[in-house]
């Protein structure tokens, strides 16, 4: 597949902002959003929850939720077979680009519109609600705004696409290409350019959802419990902070050596008087 | 054989009130916080009634505790960890606010602050979730006393069964002839469902006293302990968006001091103390088929803290040699094992609770009396036991698995353990015949009377305080030094409220506790060190220090020095007198 030969964005002249937007943007994005849930982790575990309202109110949620959550995983797979995987593989094993495109936008279409009609559910139900409203923060209203922006736009590139038909745009050679030239830091910047400008809309507003992230709710994703999955039920843990958590198993012995594992402290002039006549 | 140590609690139920101080102070000591309005990690029940949650006995609804599946394994009822992970975005069976109530206030300011008028000012029951005027349809002990029983009592799960199994013999009469108060905490059970629950791992007994703990950094507010905990002990705080449960109260515990909600029983019911228990045995014996044997199982997880072998064993797992001597002491091992009159709530749960009860006579002696015969004549009480079928097969429901053969024993040893020493206060000499007549003999029958209703402070608490070794982390030393932002961070943290560290919950160390609780004064009240004490004071005589020292009021300081006599009438000797 000679991908560099028919680029469409071969020919387009790139400007400045081009460059700030399509090649030094994401590499912030990821600093942003990778520094800032390493900064949350370690200073902020009592506040990385779900925060769930399920206790005020649960007939909407129970249904909005699940559809909003389910919606985004599928969501998310679909990115991933749109971006990461080049388009020669998907021929290589003989997928017409009419049944990949297909394919794309009904079950993208499908999980976008469960996806969107999940949030705003949430959202009607957050709005409507007294004590989950009253428990909704600033924060969370403009982590609404960005994720709903997202999802939104997201839809405007499938539907147009839709609408334009078999002669849409294909992200494919454009969105895909320069996605995956950021990982070896060679931004293609010619191909980003050349996509439409929904996609552009769509790629800002998912990098402004990213780099909001780690300060928002939206952590809780970062900590999804695949772990629940391999872990013993029953978990054992000592009191005694210098043996660390003894998860399960037989407990390590007693009187380990007296010194303070934890972060921040300082073992000078904190060993008791009495350990050192023992 | 893996020995543990583990913290236990035994309440005698004959004794309780239901005056409700253990759950006041508990609430005032841990969940008198934004959040936890609705929250009661200690609780007292009027039975029959629905309890708190409603009606959470109703395991068909809420799914909580371990069955065993088809192959005989032991299974979380609410579904394995992958249907767990699945319906984790809207947890299917959870409590909402309606099980339990809106917490509510009231608005007192108006009774101050409204306006003169020709109506008197009333303050308004608001509620605590959304600030505005609500209805009180409800509370955590709303049918206390049996409340409206006539209107609830069906309501019990527990009353539903017994009348189910008994094909609608019993009829209304039931809610005239027994009451009883049923004080729960959380049960820190051997084989607690609401940790296996937990997707986060976030829940964790501790390896030393086995004590079940909510890790509230690493709690993601998935919930599941929730449904999990077929107690409903864990609770939600909306607030921070964390679990939240009885603690035992740990940081009392560990320095030797009884939780609150015993320290402050008035009827002095509770018993705290340690079992020792081999770790490897719980999930078998939680496994056991038929359900009214887990009583029995539960009983062979728990050794004999006397036995040299088992002593061994503890020695070699490193359980330092005062806890073996406290666990050797341990009132709640006496009442469940020795005397066997204590039993676990809900065997049948499959969760080991740690938390044991001793059926109430009560009810049975109470009708002896109301029908004029002698209450506490063992004969009377035996037959009174034997007839009074309903409020057996009610407490069998709750404490056996329905096994009303077990409840019956232990209430005719408490008949037995009534008379034996009734007649023995009467000056008569001991009938031997008595405790042999419940299996017991004289000796252990007085043993029992002593720990049972004589209760000393000692001999009701015995525990074994953590060691020295241990005693920086103990007072949080290295946890106070190294939070961010300290203890304010509740409204200042960036992530809303709630967010950043918690607060160590032992901000007062041991030795501040200690002075505070042997002291006579007030904190800080030094100024009144060496004053009477008015309650001692017979009223003859002015003892020394029942007025204050002259020399501390000089009267002449207490006068202007040179005030303007006002209208002449101000003379000198009129100031003396002040």
């Given at each position: 597949m000679l991908v560099s030969e028919t680029?469409?964005?071969?020919a387009v002249e790139l400007s400045a902002l081009d460059i700030v937007l399509w090649g030094v943007l994401p590499y912030v994005m990821v600093v942003v959003l990778i520094g800032g849930l390493i900064w949350r982790y370690r200073y902020d575990q009592f506040g990385w929850t779900t925060r769930s309202s399920q206790l005020y109110e649960s007939r909407l949620l129970r249904i909005a939720s699940p559809l909003f959550h389910f919606g985004l995983l599928a969501v998310i797979a679909g990115h991933f077979f749109g971006l990461v995987i080049p388009m020669a593989w998907t021929q290589a094993v003989g997928m017409s680009q009419d049944f990949y495109h297909f394919n794309a936008l009904f079950v993208g279409g499908i999980a976008g519109v469960g996806t969107l009609g999940g949030i705003l559910l949430l959202i009607y139900r957050r709005r409507t609600t007294g004590p989950v409203f009253m428990a909704t923060t600033r924060n969370d209203k403009t982590m609404y705004v960005v994720l709903t922006a997202a999802i939104v736009f997201g839809l405007w590139t499938t539907l147009a696409s839709v609408f334009e038909g078999g002669h849409g745009h294909n992200y494919r050679e454009t969105v895909a290409p320069w996605f995956r030239s950021l990982f070896v830091f060679q931004p293609d910047l010619a191909a980003m350019a050349a996509a439409p400008f929904s996609f552009h809309l769509h790629t800002l507003v998912g990098m402004a959802l990213f780099m909001i992230w780690p300060f928002t709710r939206l952590v809780h994703a970062f900590t999804a419990p695949f772990h629940y999955l391999f872990r013993p039920y029953i978990v054992y843990r000592s009191r005694d902070r210098d043996r660390g958590g003894s998860k399960a198993g037989a407990p390590a012995p007693r009187r380990a050596a007296n010194v303070a594992a934890r972060r921040g402290w300082s073992a000078v002039g904190t060993r008791d008087r009495d350990t050192r006549n023992r | 054989m893996r020995v543990m140590a583990q913290m236990g609690m035994v309440m005698n139920l004959d004794k309780c009130i239901g005056c409700h101080t253990c759950s006041v102070t508990c609430k005032q000591a841990w969940t008198n916080r934004a959040g936890t309005e609705y929250v009661w990690f200690n609780n007292v029940e009027t039975r029959p009634g629905q309890g708190y949650p409603r009606r959470y006995e109703d395991q068909d609804k809420w799914q909580g505790g371990w069955v065993l599946n088809k192959r005989g394994k032991l299974v979380l009822k609410a579904g394995g960890r992958v249907k767990k992970l699945f319906g984790i975005f809207a947890s299917p069976v959870q409590p909402e606010l309606k099980d339990y109530y809106e917490p509510w206030t009231y608005d007192y300011k108006t009774l101050v602050d409204a306006p003169l008028g020709d109506d008197f000012p009333v303050a308004r029951p608001k509620s605590l979730i959304t600030g505005k005027d609500t209805k009180i349809t409800w509370s955590a002990n709303w049918d206390d006393d049996l409340g409206g029983s006539t209107e609830h009592g069906h309501l019990d799960p527990i009353v539903e069964k017994v009348r189910r199994e008994s094909e609608d013999k019993i009829k209304f009469a039931y809610e005239q002839t027994f009451m009883f108060y049923l004080p729960r905490i959380c049960e820190h059970c051997l084989n607690p469902s609401c940790m296996a629950s937990c997707p986060s791992g976030a829940i964790y007994k501790r390896v030393e006293d086995g004590i079940v703990l909510v890790d509230q950094d690493k709690c993601r507010g998935w919930r599941q302990c929730v449904t999990g905990c077929p107690y409903k002990k864990i609770y939600f705080n909306h607030k921070t968006g964390k679990a939240e449960k009885c603690t035992f109260c740990y940081p009392r515990v560990e320095v030797g001091l009884p939780t609150v909600c015993s320290e402050t029983c008035v009827g002095r019911l509770r018993y705290l103390g340690l079992f020792l228990y081999d770790a490897d045995a719980v999930t078998a014996a939680a496994s056991v088929t038929d359900p009214r044997e887990l009583y029995d199982a539960q009983m062979d997880v728990?050794?004999?803290?006397?036995?040299p072998a088992v002593q061994a064993e503890a020695r070699a797992q490193g359980i330092p040699a005062d806890w073996i001597d406290a666990a050797r002491r341990s009132p709640v091992y006496a009442l469940a094992k020795v005397y066997k009159v204590a039993l676990p709530l809900h065997?049948?749960?499959?969760?080991?609770?740690m938390v044991w009860y001793v059926p109430p006579l009560s009810p049975v002696v109470d009708l002896l009396r109301d029908q004029g015969h002698d209450g506490e004549d063992s004969g009377n009480l035996f037959g009174a036991i034997d007839a009074l079928r309903i409020p057996v097969e009610y407490l069998a429901e709750l404490f056996t698995a329905g096994d009303a053969d077990r409840v019956t024993a232990v209430l005719k040893k408490l008949a037995a353990m009534r008379s034996f020493m009734r007649g023995i206060s009467l000056g008569n000499d001991p009938d031997d015949s008595i405790p042999e007549s419940v299996g017991m003999d004289s000796q252990t029958m007085y043993e029992m009377y002593r720990l049972m209703a004589i209760a000393k402070y000692e001999e009701r608490y015995v525990i074994p305080k953590a060691h020295v070794e241990q005693a920086h982390d103990l007072e949080e030393m290295g946890c106070s030094l190294d939070f961010?932002?300290?203890?304010?961070?509740q409204d200042s943290a960036p992530f809303g409220e709630a967010s950043g560290r918690p607060v160590p919950v032992a901000v007062e160390t041991f030795n501040a506790l200690r002075d505070r609780q042997t002291s006579d004064a007030a904190p800080g009240e030094t100024t009144l060190r060496g004053r009477v004490n008015l309650l001692n004071w017979d009223g003859t005589g002015a003892p020394a220090g029942l007025f204050p020292e002259k020399a501390a009021f000089p009267e002449k300081a207490l006068l202007p020095e040179k005030r303007p006599a006002p209208s002449g009438r101000g003379t000198p000797a009129e100031g003396e007198r002040l």
């Open positions: 680029e469409p964005g071969a | 728990l050794l004999d803290p006397n036995d065997p049948e749960y499959r969760t080991m609770p961010e932002g300290g203890p304010g961070m």
